[in-house]
């Protein structure tokens, strides 16, 4: 929800109060503010009157223009389609920087040109017309060589508004809260607008059945829809989107005063749609209102206004049971709109300046009034302090109830029309609260608190703790070293060794007279120790501090296994089948958890071609890969598949819930050629490239080969907070596919 401080200034009285204090107060209530951006037009730039426009003589896509700005009268050269002498416009005086861009004196195609007519983007403000921005007097009386900040110059602030408070979705709702919230009062609006001596009913024909959930308000208008600035302006600003300038005016109006107005040509505008549902769930044979066109004619110059409102709660539960499809309306309506009709009515209708016809249909229900009794003590309990009973009255009086009586400790109230999710006394508790304010409350300590006995260095024994005990249910057996190890084998194998001046003075012997910088070795030593002994299946791990040459200490766990992948039993014909690389893989994902493998460069003891980046979190936690042939013949083994990693990367970060999507998974899956020598990183990068929300997830599941090509099978995992229909998957894949196709990998 955005609201502008002008728009806001319309309703209520801020004179003497700073913005900052508007976004700190609606924050403080309960309203909070989730962005702001103040709009401000370059210094320099005024308003001007274009008093005459001819061709340029030397290009058919230029005019030139002679632009009074109050000092001077100034040649200027203009490309837009639309400027017209008689136009008020903004004009950038030679000096006026907008953005990196400058105005100076120009020369175009032979005509000099000194200064420049301004699209609204070229001063800073949104996008929202076509060629150059034309003045009106909506904004203000202009006045020429004025600075047009004067007129434009604004501040928008962003409201995150929870559901239920849907007297909020509007200016005028943003403006009672802070009634409430600043101590002001609200203006008193006078609407004007001209009435016609025919009545509404020689216009249109209505047929009311009995009403029960809803009300109508509904006036006619004959007469040209002019348009305004101010109007177009601000719904630029709140990122409001209309249809034509008829529905600026509409939605301006519903925007501003939060009354669901819905406007139209009279000789196309129903309340019910085209299945006999209206817009508040009622079947065909119990509709509200039902207009028929009495013209035989159209005439584009009448129109209907049509404000309404309808509870809540039916609205929700209707269209929940009928599938009702979402607009801007629903979503206004299921929240609770303003139901004071006549008050939108009549903004519309200022605003619009058309004459009207005389009398109006009003189909209204008499909603029932919610009327509360307030007891004090249980407020009391439910805030945790006693919060004074005048002040409890001014609250409640400032928020727009009404109070009935007051005696006893209980204070009887009615609660306002637009306050829908008002249930009960812990609704009143907290509307109470939010105004008076939670820093207000003094703090009482617990009568118990535990004191956390935690730190850090249990919370790392605890974590590497859990983490062999996976590793060990995995059939990993636990190596204990000491962090020594010898210094020419670790340079041998390409290891970082300690600088001179930090190694060991006095090693306790010479095949340990250095600190180690890996694990690796040592759990190589042991591997083979193992195989001499005998045993067909090794799966070792150890983990301790590693050093770097700067003698900086950092915790490392090891992986090594080699042999068989599973002991000898009847399902495997006493023959099982020996380690792999994707062995090694799956038993790491089930001690560390998911992870991501890429494509690594050359590492100390690392197979050329079965070598890779071990990815957690986005960043690199070690590596996995299958023991270098050459250095296997060292130490007299085969096909050893190791991992390393770094403790401190692997650390789990606080867990957060994430969202939880409660409607169903869809599974798909692609065959597509690829290039054999295509990896399948840059399969997925291309795909990832999409940012596809609805993609949760996709992996490979198959690789055939065709001879010079590969046949991939990619599953994709598609989610969203909705149903997905066939089209809209359809539509997603279409879009992989397509990105794919652009890279030349095709569908198989």
Known sequence: MKITRRWLEEFIDLDGISTDKIITTLNKIGQEVEGYEKIEVPENVVVGEVIECHK?????????????????????????????????????????????????????????SFGMICAAREI???????????????????????????????????????????????????????????????????????????????IISVKQNQVKHSSHLIKAINGKIVDKLKIKYRLALVDEEFKDSFDSYIKYAMHATGVLLVGGNISDIYLTNKDGVDVFGCESGEYLVGIKNSLEVEDNGRYLINANFADADYVNEIAFIKGLKGDEYFFRASRGSNPDLRFGLEYVLNELKIPAYSGDIDVSTDFEKTILSVD?????????????????????????????????????????????????????AEEILRIYGIDKIPSKPLEFVEKDRTNEVLKELDFERELKLRAVANGFYEAIHFVFDNKERLQKYGFEVLDEHL???????????????????????????????GYKRVYLFSSGSVYDKNRNEKKSIAFVVNGWSDYENPSNQGKPKKVDFKFLVDKLGAIIGEFELRENNAYPLAHPYQNAKIIKNNQEIGVIAKLHPKIAKDFDLDDVYFAEIDLEKLKPSKKEVGEIIKFPKVTRDLSVVVDKGLSYKDVYDIICKLEIDELKEFYPIDIYDLGDKNSLTIRFIIQANKTLKDEEINSIMDKILKALEDRGIKLR
């Open 56 to 112: 340029h003589p030397n290009a058919d896509k230029l005019n030139v223009c002679r632009v009074n700005v109050g000092d001077d009268e100034l040649q200027i050269v203009c490309g837009a389609d639309n400027v017209a002498a008689g136009q008020f416009v903004p004009v950038a005086k030679i000096g006026a920087e907008l953005g990196d861009f400058k105005i100076k004196k120009a020369k175009l195609r032979g005509i000099e």
């Open 503 to 533: 190694d060991l003075l006095n090693p306790i012997a010479k095949e340990l007279n250095t600190l180690r910088s890996t694990i690796l070795l040592q759990l190589l030593d042991d591997v083979k120790r193992n195989k001499a002994n």
């Open 376 to 428: 004090i003590n249980s407020v009391t309990n439910i805030i945790g302090f006693r919060i004074n009973e005048k002040d409890i009255v001014e609250i409640l009086k400032s928020l727009g109830f009404e109070i009935l009586s007051i005696s006893d400790n209980f204070i009887k109230v009615k609660v306002p029309e637009f306050r829908n999710d008002i249930k009960n006394i812990q609704d009143i």
């Open 124 to 202: 800073g403000l949104p996008d929202f017309h076509d060629g150059i921005l034309v003045l009106d007097n909506s904004l203000g009386e202009l006045k020429i060589g004025e600075y047009v900040g004067k007129y434009l110059n604004d501040e928008v602030i962003e409201l995150g508004v929870t559901a239920n408070r849907g007297d909020c979705f509007s200016v005028y709702g943003i403006a009672r809260e802070l009634r409430a919230g600043l101590g002001r009062k609200l203006k008193s609006l006078n609407f004007e607008y001209h009435t016609m001596p025919e009545g509404i009913g020689r």
